[in-house]
Every structure is written in structure tokens, then in C-alpha cells.
């Protein structure tokens, strides 16, 4: 009578790119030998093999990712029966992963490989934390190493890892290939600057929506570029007075946000201090009786004003008050 096929024939590749695993339950009855055919997805033979008291076989030298279809042939004597199972390997991963046109919420990963040899239909990004990003194919290709991430939150480092996805419907996937990026931080908003006094400003402004460490913030003279003030500061502040300033000068104070080594796009607001309050003129200072020139309707001197400094603001006039002398 016709033998018996092999029950519950099924394959396995175990995460390997060119082997695949075949293994059944022995046919009912008297067997004579199984014949193990190999069949490449367009029905040529890779491989046979004949063996008796066979349950498992290991096909070695196979192509990531491709499709193949084992036939076991139950002999006995002239009869035979079959059946047929089919396997995939696992495709070749990806590598060399890298980021490009990273922005405060949308970047573009790319990679390499896998060889043009090997079998594959797709690849498959993913990524901690998971957040809900979408995720965009520039290319008609599904083949394309090239995608595009949108929905990032600024300032946050994500963790990609993209890999190899061979078949349609019954799908086989590679090893990972896994590559660490940080998104650039927002600005901040709304910086207003003030004068506080002849010497000191007061800046403040409304922090980004992002994740980032902290900012950092310059002040200088409008007019040498001079940098009187530099300085890194935490995150939960968004207030800030620089003091030890020259009076009377416009000053442009620089913010910028930082998210490790990412920083956002810089934000400027300018200010002027106020106007001091002139010295009084030192005891020393006095009209010399020997240089004035004195008529019947007036009085003309000199005095010598090297003491007063424009540090403390431009001189606009002097006041010279004149009182008459009692007797």
C-alpha cells in the first residue's frame, strides 16, 4: 500500500541568514528511506538529500532572507508519498546607521545594506521612547534605506533601530542595527529686556517646550561687541539681572537653549541703561581768581572738568549757578 507522509513537517531558521531547520514526525508504517528535496523559490532544486530514520535536517549555505520549499518523500518500495513545508531565512541586518537634517521635531535616518544578493522587501524602524511619531517613505521603493521621522519632541534623546523585513504576509525579520540622536531643543519665547538701573538690566522670557538642561546667555555692547557678560544657568530660571554695567550704554543680551550637546536657535533682545546721576565736582575744583575776567555786566572764567568721566554718561551742559556775595 502507499506509505504514509510525515506528520507536522514545519521549518525554522532561528534567527539565521543562511540556514533553515526542518524537522516532522516519522510516517505511519513501513518505510523504506525519506527523500529530502530543496526547492529555490522558482522551482529549481538546491538541494536532496536520502536518508532512513530521519526526523530533523539542517540545510546549510542558504540565502538571507529568501523563501524555500522542502519536499519529504516517504518511500516504500516502489510507492511513494509527500509532503512539503515552507521556510525562510532570516534576512541580512542593516548597518552603519546615521541621522541627517535634525531638527526640534522631524529628522531623516538612513542606513546601508543589506547586498543586493539577498533577498528582502522592506525594513522596519522603531524606537524608545515610544512616542507617537509618524513615520514617511520619500521613495516609491519600499527597498529605500531612507526615511523620514516626524512627531519628535525637541531636546529629546530617542533611540532608533531600524531592521530588515523579508516576505509579504509571512514575514521573516533580521538583527537590529541601533543608533542614539537627540533633537534640537526650541527656542525660548518672549524676551524682554529692561534697564534697572544706570548699571544693571533685567531679563526675562518664557521657556521652550522641550526637554533641555539649561541656557546660556551673553550680554554685550552694542557698539564694540564687547562681551561683558557669559554664563550657563539651569533651566527653572527665566529671570536673570546683569549688573556691573557702564550707564547710558545699549546692550544686546544673546539666549540660547541646551539640550546636552544640542542647541537651540539663539533669540536677542537689546536694552539701554540709565542714564547716572553726574558726580559732584571734588572740593579741589574752583574757579582760579586769576583767570577771571571780570566787567561791569559779567564775569568770564575758566574751569577745568578732566574729573568727570563719560562712564557715567555723555555731558550735555554744566550748570553754573552765581549767587551775589553778602556785603
Known amino acids: 500500500s502507499v506509505p504514509a507522509a510525515v506528520v507536522g513537517l514545519k521549518a525554522s531558521n532561528r534567527n539565521m541568514t543562511d ?23 522558482n522551482g ?38 509527500r509532503a512539503n513545508a515552507e521556510g525562510r531565512t532570516a534576512p541580512s541586518p542593516p548597518n552603519t546607521v546615521s541621522f541627517t537634517d535634525v531638527a526640534n521635531t ?15 522587501d522592506d525594513f522596519e524602524v522603531q524606537w524608545l521612547p515610544k512616542d507617537p511619531l ?19 519632541r525637541p531636546g529629546r534623546l530617542y533611540e532608533f533601530s531600524v531592521r530588515t523585513v523579508s516576505g509579504d504576509s509571512w514575514k521573516t525579520y533580521s538583527q537590529s542595527q541601533s543608533a542614539s540622536v537627540r533633537t534640537k531643543p526650541d527656542k525660548i519665547q518672549s524676551l524682554h529686556c529692561r534697564p534697572q538701573t544706570s548699571t544693571a538690566i533685567a531679563c526675562s522670557w518664557t521657556p ?12 554685550k555692547k552694542m557698539d564694540t561687541h564687547e562681551v561683558e557678560f557669559s554664563k550657563r544657568i539651569e533651566k527653572d530660571k527665566s529671570l536673570l539681572n546683569i549688573m556691573t554695567l557702564v550707564p547710558h550704554k545699549r546692550y544686546l543680551v544673546s539666549i540660547k537653549v541646551h539640550s546636552a550637546d544640542m542647541t537651540s536657535e539663539v533669540v536677542e533682545d537689546s536694552t539701554i541703561t540709565m542714564i547716572d546721576r553726574p558726580p559732584q565736582p571734588p572740593p579741589d575744583i574752583r574757579v582760579n581768581k586769576k583767570e577771571v575776567l571780570i566787567t561791569k555786566s559779567s564775569i568770564n572764567f575758566t574751569f577745568n572738568c578732566s574729573w568727570f568721566s563719560d562712564t557715567n554718561g555723555a555731558v550735555k551742559y554744566f550748570t553754573v549757578v552765581v549767587r551775589e556775595a553778602d556785603g
Not at 536518508?51 to 511513494?80: A, C, M, N
Not at 522631524?106 to 528582502?120: N, V
Open 134 to 152: 509618524t513615520v514617511f517613505n520619500p521613495y516609491s521603493s519600499s527597498k529605500s534605506k531612507v526615511r523620514i521621522i516626524y512627531g519628535l
Open 19 to 41: 540556514s533553515l531547520w526542518f524537522t516532522w514526525g516519522p510516517a505511519a508504517g513501513d518505510v523504506d528511506f525519506y527523500e529530502l528535496n530543496l526547492y529555490n523559490p
Open 44 to 81: 529549481t532544486q538546491k538541494a536532496t538529500e536520502q536518508r532512513k530514520d530521519l526526523e530533523e535536517w539542517h540545510f546549510q549555505g542558504l540565502i538571507p532572507g529568501r523563501k524555500y520549499t522542502l519536499v519529504v518523500v516517504t518511500h516504500s518500495g516502489d510507492l511513494t508519498n
Open 208 to 219: 521652550p517646550d522641550s526637554d533641555f538642561d539649561g541656557y546660556s546667555v551673553e550680554c
Open 106 to 120: 522631524s529628522l531623516s535616518i538612513t542606513w546601508l545594506g543589506p547586498p543586493d544578493w539577498t533577498d528582502y
